[in-house]
């Protein structure tokens, strides 16, 4: 099982980033997905869910209105488009596939992506 999340970066605030996960070794398309990130100092936070079938999404406060999580067509991909990014989301950003329990849990997660790092800063 792999998950590989890309397309971090540097940014400017007020820019905007497209973060993408590609899931294999198991049928994602069944799997509800979710977003994480880990600021230097700090604990994992939650940042966004998705169901299994896209209907159903969760954003944390820090983030909503300003990300959006969404599935990709073959339901094996998921992508956090960030939109008005500011320094306090600088971190690297994880993947994770939904297991059971609470979906803004980290514990709540099986498998997990590398990792990708989004630095906002002027």
């Known amino acids: 099982v792999q998950l590989q999340a890309s397309g971090g970066g540097f940014v400017q605030p007020g820019g905007s980033l497209r973060l993408s996960c590609a899931a294999s070794?198991?049928?994602?398309?069944?799997?509800?997905l979710g977003w994480f990130r880990q600021a230097p100092g700090k604990e994992r936070e939650f940042v966004a869910h998705i169901n299994y079938s896209g209907a159903n999404r969760y954003h944390a406060d820090s983030v909503r209105g300003r990300f959006t999580i969404i599935r990709g067509n073959a339901k094996n991909t998921v992508y956090l488009q960030m939109n008005s990014l500011k320094p306090e989301d600088t971190a690297v950003y994880y993947c994770?596939?939904?297991?059971?329990?609470?979906?803004?849990?980290?514990?709540?997660?099986?498998?997990w992506g590398q990792g990708t790092q989004v630095t906002v800063s002027s």
């Open positions: 994770a596939s939904y297991n059971s329990g609470e979906f803004y849990s980290t514990l709540s997660y099986d498998y």
């Open positions: 070794g198991r049928t994602f398309s069944a799997y509800a």
